[in-house]
């Protein structure tokens, strides 16, 4: 037993040695947040944390404030930011090997790398020079560090310097997220569209029919079931799909909302935004306040910044406040290529036209380079889907217009007219832009890019070459849709906008729309808004959308249904507990379960007629709910899922479904409550591969409110990246809060500081707290 106890011992004492290596080694590369730094900036500034991180930054002008935050965000998130501009560039696989190949390959047919440096170039003087700034500040911030962020000894990397074009690369990088389908929904609409008759096409693929909240009360019509019969192609046995997952609504996401100065009590205006995005270790955004001096005046500007830019994304200047949620519209088009007979070249109105190719080589960490070879048109690349036919992208982040900074002009704006003004000169991906003033007006605006487009059908691919089909160019700014006749004003991802606004942006797979009607619900019940009534709109987990499944279920469970089945205890828990989205909640879980089980039985044949052309359910742009509502009122015998023979057996097979896929996941319906089914995955992205500290760098696996379709929009890794709510000239009273904390570094003090603030729906202040560090960059000389 000796040898045994002798090999215990020594196999701790190893453990011991290589925890404390890795100790030493984090320790290392911890930031330096107090003393004095001697740096490149012109004139001094001060970076002063509170106890959470909170930085604020005060310098001599607002190029040595953008110096401070890059060295800033280069102390605490360099490699957040690195990911975020190599996923642009497909850059992932000299990082990370070959397990990120397929990624570079998809990325690199974009070609934001060069795309990043010719906007560069177009950059004025004064633009390049603050852009400089920040990036001479990045540079000097890694290199403060005594060793290089953490991750990159995990991967056995040097983490390589920051260029100017980068922060180009992080727009372009949340181009790929918010505008991410890229042709695959146009491509799933067209296989949709060539299957069915037209009338069932039009039915299935409808704006819903009830959940609209448009700012200017436009409604669309709802379109009546065919009376013709229900297609042969949606009859197909269910076992002809491999995936029949139906995607109850994208991953898209955020609200913000707005009240006018006439509804509060200070007179200013007041602006609620939580941008919903996948949340990840470290937060997606850090908080900074900014002060600089301009022409003698005093600036400041509060909020949140993206690291890898000089901007404040969204917050306050004290006279203007702006927040973002995604527009959905439609900023893409599939374009159907006619091929000659060899396949090299594609017609055009000017005639047959050689296909062109680019060369990328792709880095692959420990393995030789790789040359990817991409085909391109005059209209964008060359792109397929499985085994479809090919196409050509035409999307406005391959254009000069899509990118710029600015963004960094509304840190200077006075009041919501200005604001939207230069609304339509900004280069990032399309937004639904709202802005609340110290006067009480609001105002909403599409900011970025809008493509004029002469198109017989956005929503399909279509031919080009006879020039019928085209982009015209680009909306004159004086024309971009506008909104601000209103004391209340709300977006959610949702149509927003009727008329001739609606057509010229399309739909981009709007969201249901029941999150903006419940949020509109909320506002509408205030007589006087103050910040904490906002905020507890963001926080409101009601399930409204599903009231009328969970009435439908109770008619499912019926004495004698409930008898037999034995359902007593599930009937009971729907009736009560079903109507929040609640951790404790097992109703909840039943309800929406039976709804997610009943919309995969009656379209299995749809997913499974889109599978075989290589095309996703998730990809179409609408929700199903509005279509199976109405097949649910008719009970039409041609419209029933094969085998079931009535409408009543195929809802009990839902129940039964349902029930035992949740008892087996969760042992039993007690087991359920949604805060099981839904808990926080706040993961790091290494975490997964080091083996027995990993999950350590993970935030903790909490029970969480909310879910789609409600204002809490929360799901295990998506969900509200931060929750802000702030009045003009009012910032003391405001709100702001982000999930884990401010640090990347798994030491530092502000790495998990916000996260139990942001778990237990806490409104943390929208203005930094007391000093507790101060660190100084002074100049060199």
Request: aromatic letters at 10%.
């Amino acid at each position: 037993m000796n040898w045994w106890k002798w090999t215990l011992s020594a196999l701790a004492l190893l453990l011991a040695l290589f925890a404390a290596l890795i100790y030493g080694a984090l320790r290392l590369s911890l930031p330096v947040y107090d003393g004095e730094q001697k740096t490149s900036i012109d004139n001094t500034a001060r970076l002063e944390r509170d106890a959470l991180g909170y930085l604020s930054i005060h310098a001599a002008n607002r190029t040595d404030a953008a110096f401070a935050l890059g060295f800033a965000h280069a102390q605490e998130r360099f490699f957040q930011m690195d990911i975020l501009r190599r996923n642009a560039a497909g850059e992932l696989s000299a990082l990370f090997g070959e397990r990120a190949l397929n990624t570079d390959k998809a990325q690199r047919q974009h070609r934001f790398r060069f795309r990043a440096e010719r906007a560069l170039a177009q950059l004025s003087a004064n633009e390049q020079q603050r852009l400089n700034a920040y990036t001479n500040g990045v540079n000097e911030g890694l290199a403060s560090l005594s060793l290089p962020p953490f991750e990159y000894s995990l991967l056995g990397q040097t983490p390589e310097p920051w260029r100017t074009a980068d922060s180009f690369l992080v727009i372009y990088s949340m181009y790929l997220d918010l505008q991410s389908k890229l042709g695959r929904d146009d491509y799933a609409m067209t296989v949709l569209k060539q299957a069915l008759p037209s009338d069932w096409y039009q039915f299935l693929q409808q704006h819903s029919d009830i959940w609209q909240a448009a700012l200017d009360g436009s409604v669309v019509a709802p379109i009546a079931m065919p009376e013709s019969e229900y297609p042969a192609a949606l009859r197909q046995q269910r076992n002809a799909c491999r995936q029949c997952t139906l995607m109850d609504s994208a991953d898209i996401g955020s609200n913000n909302f707005a009240v006018a100065g006439n509804l509060t009590s200070h007179g200013s205006a007041i602006l609620a935004d939580d941008m919903h995005l996948g949340i990840r270790v470290p937060s997606t955004w850090y908080k900074a306040q900014l002060n600089w001096r301009e022409n003698g005046n005093l600036h400041t500007v509060t909020g949140l910044t993206l690291p890898g830019t000089p901007a404040i994304v969204a917050g306050s200047n004290g006279k203007v406040a702006w927040g973002f949620t995604n527009s959905t519209g439609d900023w893409h088009d599939l374009i159907a290529l006619k091929l000659s007979d060899d396949n090299k070249r594609y017609l055009t109105t000017d005639g047959w036209q050689p296909l062109t190719y680019q060369y990328e080589t792709i880095k692959i960490a420990g393995q030789p380079d790789q040359t990817l070879e991409l085909t391109e048109t005059q209209w964008g690349p060359v792109v397929k889907f499985g085994n479809s036919p090919v196409f050509a992208l035409r999307w406005v982040a391959h254009d000069d217009i899509a990118v710029n900074f600015n963004l960094l002009q509304l840190e200077q704006t006075n009041t919501v007219a200005e604001a939207l003004k230069l609304a339509p000169s900004v280069g990032v991906p399309v937004q639904n832009l709202l802005v609340a003033d110290h006067l009480g007006q609001i105002g909403w605006s599409l900011i970025g890019p809008i493509p004029v487009r002469q198109l017989t059908d956005f929503d399909t691919a279509q031919d080009w070459s006879s020039g019928t089909e085209r982009w015209l160019g680009y909306q004159e700014a004086d024309l971009q849709p506008q909104y601000t006749d209103a004391d209340r004003l709300w977006t959610a991802n949702a149509r927003m906008i009727g008329g001739e606004a609606y057509t010229l942006m399309g739909n981009g797979g709007y969201d249901l729309g029941a999150r903006g009607w419940q949020i509109k619900q909320g506002l509408d019940e205030l007589q006087q808004a103050d910040e904490h009534a906002l905020h507890q709109i963001q926080l409101d987990n009601r399930a409204l959308m599903l009231q009328r499944w969970q009435q439908l279920l109770l008619q499912v469970l019926d004495p004698a249904a409930v008898t037999q089945h034995q359902l007593q205890a599930y009937r009971q828990h729907v009736v009560n507990s079903s109507t929040h989205a609640s951790t404790d909640a097992v109703g909840y879980t039943l309800v929406r379960a039976f709804r997610q089980q009943l919309l995969e039985l009656q379209f299995a044949s749809l997913s499974a007629l889109l599978e075989q052309h290589d095309a996703r359910s998730q990809d179409l742009k609408f929700s199903l709910e509005t279509p199976m509502w109405q097949l649910l009122q008719q009970q039409r015998s041609d419209t029933l899922p094969a085998p079931y023979s009535s409408w009543s057996e195929l809802m009990l097979a839902a129940v039964l479904q349902s029930k035992a896929e949740l008892e087996h996941q969760y042992g039993n319906l007690e087991h359920s409550q949604w805060g099981q089914v839904n808990p926080a995955k706040i993961n790091h992205p290494l975490a997964s591969a080091i083996p027995l500290f990993g999950d350590w760098l993970n935030m903790p696996a909490t029970p969480m409110n909310g879910d789609r379709h409600m204002p809490r929009v929360q799901l295990p890794g998506f969900g509200q990246s931060e929750r802000m709510v702030v009045a003009p000239g009012q910032e003391q009273q405001g709100i702001l809060t982000i999930p884990a904390g401010q640090s990347g570094h798994p030491l530092s003090p502000f790495y998990r500081a916000d996260h139990q603030y942001w778990l237990n729906e806490v409104a943390l202040p929208f203005l930094p707290g007391e000093k507790k560090y101060q660190l100084l960059l002074t100049p060199q000389g």
